[in-house]
């Protein structure tokens, strides 16, 4: 078992590709802490795990410092410690958005593209993106990457040792017309990657990053089909992922199979964005 006797903390893990990575982790042995802002999400998700170390379901709201101090601080106190943290928490829009009419945009945005008839001023995505919208992604996200790495290192440093996944997406790489707020976000992340790995690798904590592309999951579900079909012809793989997909990439990561990895972004992402 590639986790054995490690403790993992997974964010956002009630659901999508955090309940993937939390089921993941939990067969190779880990003792796995599942956090949700909705606990009964969390606890379902651990009522699923299959392995011989069990896990537990805490409810934070990880844009909100205090809320995630105190799960950090239930975590030390009840385990003692905190082996792998992996960053998954996130939402796809922000409250404030005319989701209607950003989503018929959006597919008209995608339509354009594929013709190669990219329009400009009537599409307006950025401009109509509201000051609460902007911010609550950024807070999920970005925030809510940063309140929890800051914890976790507070509890991996002593013991020089530790690694971090943050889910970044495929929006980083290549920025997204359709989500301006969640193309920033998830860039961010990846830059935050970089400079926390640089400056944690004294201590032998590891810091990378995954980008999926589009992966089945409740947030790509109010893709509508046309939106859907549009994404599978642009992917050179002609399908979307499947969650167990970066699960085993977030597997990897956090397993000593990737010991010389740190400061480092994979996507699987079926070839729609190639390095």
Same mark, same amino acid.
């Given at each position: 078992?590639?986790?054995?006797?490690?403790?993992?903390?997974?964010?956002?893990?009630?659901?999508?590709?955090?309940?993937?990575?939390?089921?993941?982790? %939990?067969?190779?042995?880990?003792?796995?802490?599942?956090?949700?802002?909705?606990?009964?999400?969390?606890?379902?998700?651990?009522?699923?795990?299959?392995?011989?170390? =069990?896990? &537990?379901?805490?409810?934070? #709201?990880?844009? #909100?410092?205090?809320?995630?101090?105190?799960?950090?601080?239930?975590?030390? &106190?009840?385990?003692?410690?905190? #082996?792998?943290?992996?960053?998954?928490?996130?939402?796809?829009? =922000?409250?404030?958005?005319?989701?209607?009419?950003?989503?018929?945009?959006?597919?008209?945005?995608?339509?354009?593209?594929?013709?190669?008839?990219?329009?400009?001023?009537?599409?307006?995505?950025?401009?109509?993106?509201?000051?609460?919208?902007?911010?609550?992604?950024?807070?999920?996200?970005?925030?809510?990457?940063?309140?929890?790495?800051?914890?976790?290192?507070?509890?991996?440093?002593?013991?020089?040792?530790?690694?971090?996944?943050?889910?970044?997406?495929?929006?980083?790489?290549?920025?997204?017309?359709?989500?301006?707020?969640?193309?920033?976000?998830?860039?961010?992340?990846?830059?935050?990657?970089?400079?926390?790995?640089?400056?944690?690798?004294?201590?032998?904590?590891?810091?990378?990053?995954?980008?999926?592309?589009?992966?089945?999951?409740?947030?790509?579900?109010?893709?509508?089909?046309?939106?859907?079909?549009?994404?599978?012809?642009?992917?050179?793989?002609?399908?979307?992922?499947?969650?167990?997909?970066?699960?085993?990439? %977030?597997?990897?990561?956090?397993?000593?199979?990737?010991?010389?990895?740190?400061?480092?972004?994979?996507?699987?992402?079926?070839?729609?964005?190639?390095?």
């Amino acid at each position: 078992m590639k986790l054995k006797d490690k403790v993992a903390l997974v964010t956002g893990g009630g659901s999508g590709l955090g309940r993937a990575i939390a089921l993941r982790f %939990a067969e190779e042995g880990a003792h796995v802490v599942v956090n949700e802002l909705r606990l009964e999400a969390a606890q379902q998700t651990v009522s699923l795990l299959k392995g011989p170390a =069990g896990g &537990r379901a805490v409810h934070a #709201d990880v844009a #909100d410092s205090a809320q995630v101090k105190a799960m950090f601080a239930t975590i030390e &106190r009840e385990i003692g410690t905190l #082996d792998i943290l992996v960053n998954n928490a996130g939402i796809a829009a =922000g409250p404030g958005d005319d989701r209607l009419e950003i989503g018929k945009k959006s597919e008209t945005l995608i339509m354009e593209l594929m013709s190669g008839q990219h329009g400009q001023s009537h599409l307006d995505i950025t401009q109509n993106l509201s000051d609460e919208s902007w911010r609550q992604m950024l807070a999920v996200h970005v925030d809510g990457t940063f309140f929890c790495t800051r914890e976790a290192l507070r509890l991996m440093s002593p013991k020089n040792r530790g690694v971090i996944v943050n889910i970044s997406s495929v929006a980083a790489l290549t920025g997204l017309e359709i989500v301006p707020h969640y193309s920033a976000a998830k860039g961010a992340i990846l830059a935050f990657t970089r400079a926390v790995a640089r400056d944690a690798a004294s201590h032998g904590i590891r810091v990378n990053a995954i980008c999926p592309g589009y992966i089945d999951t409740p947030m790509t579900e109010r893709m509508s089909p046309l939106v859907r079909a549009a994404v599978i012809a642009r992917t050179p793989l002609h399908r979307t992922g499947e969650p167990h997909e970066v699960a085993a990439t %977030a597997l990897f990561l956090a397993s000593d199979d990737s010991s010389f990895f740190t400061g480092q972004w994979l996507s699987p992402n079926g070839g729609l964005f190639i390095a």
